[in-house]
T-cell receptor
Framework: KNEVEQSPQNLTAQEGEFITINCSYSVGISALHWLQQHPGGGIVSLFMLSSGKKKHGRLIATINIQEKHSSLHITASHPRDSAVYICAVPGAGGTSYGKLTFGQGTILTVHP | DTGVSQDPRHKITKRGQNVTFRCDPISEHNRLYWYRQTLGQGPEFLTYFQNEAQLEKSRLLSDRFSAERPKGSFSTLEIQRTEQGDSAMYLC????????????FGPGTRLTVL
């Protein structure tokens, strides 16, 4: 079993739809990262959160530490949101220096 | 631009050749990480530096791979005798020296071994 699992692996939506991507992890963590990767490879950090909820524009991330689960929501989706969304957790293997373990990513395609 | 930079962005090489990639982290960041990402997968940890010290190497990093960060600033990742299985995106990230600090990623170097 992977330490970080995302669902769904692929997601297709129409412009304007509300989107949810889920992430479950099996290791104890103090924070979780949501990352965005566009074609061409560059990774951008969207959120780092350790409890509750964070919001940035149309993006909302929530985390439940007890249930070891996080969700990334996109409201009013737009074709420019099409990308791979990856969750990642630090501290796997007992290290304290922030080495990240990544989920496999969710490929999001938003059609106009 | 004060972000993480990587060079080259793309590298095509023939099997058996040696390649070297460079990463320039954000200047005040003590921590530097190398990750590898194959097609359709999330990135995987390769190695970590705190200043100039290499503190961990993944078992993914065979003896054909070596990484350095000689002055605690830029880092290099060398792959000797490349194999087709080395084809991947090599990502570098840096962060400040504190627990749970956000990592900033470079654009990656895409390696294709023919």
């Amino acid at each position: 079993k992977n330490e970080v699992e995302q669902s769904p692996q692929n997601l297709t939506a129409q412009e304007g739809e509300f989107i949810t991507i889920n992430c479950s992890y099996s290791v104890g963590i103090s924070a979780l990262h949501w990352l965005q990767q566009h074609p061409g490879g560059g990774i951008v950090s969207l959120f780092m959160l350790s409890s509750g909820k964070k919001k940035h524009g149309r993006l909302i991330a929530t985390i439940n530490i007890q249930e070891k689960h996080s969700s990334l929501h996109i409201t009013a989706s737009h074709p420019r949101d099409s990308a791979v969304y990856i969750c990642a957790v630090p501290g796997a293997g007992g290290t304290s220096y922030g080495k990240l373990t990544f989920g496999q990513g969710t490929i999001l395609t938003v059609h106009p | 631009d004060t972000g993480v930079s990587q060079d080259p962005r793309h590298k095509i090489t023939k099997r058996g050749q040696n390649v070297t990639f460079r990463c320039d982290p954000i200047s005040e960041h003590n921590r530097l990480y190398w990750y590898r990402q194959t097609l359709g997968q999330g990135p995987e940890f390769l190695t970590y530096f705190q200043n100039e010290a290499q503190l961990e190497k993944s078992r993914l990093l065979s003896d054909r791979f070596s990484a350095e960060r000689p002055k605690g600033s830029f880092s290099t990742l060398e792959i000797q005798r490349t194999e087709q299985g080395d084809s991947a995106m090599y990502l570098c990230a840096s962060s400040r020296l504190a627990v749970n600090n956000e990592q900033f990623f470079g654009p990656g170097t895409r390696l294709t071994v023919l």
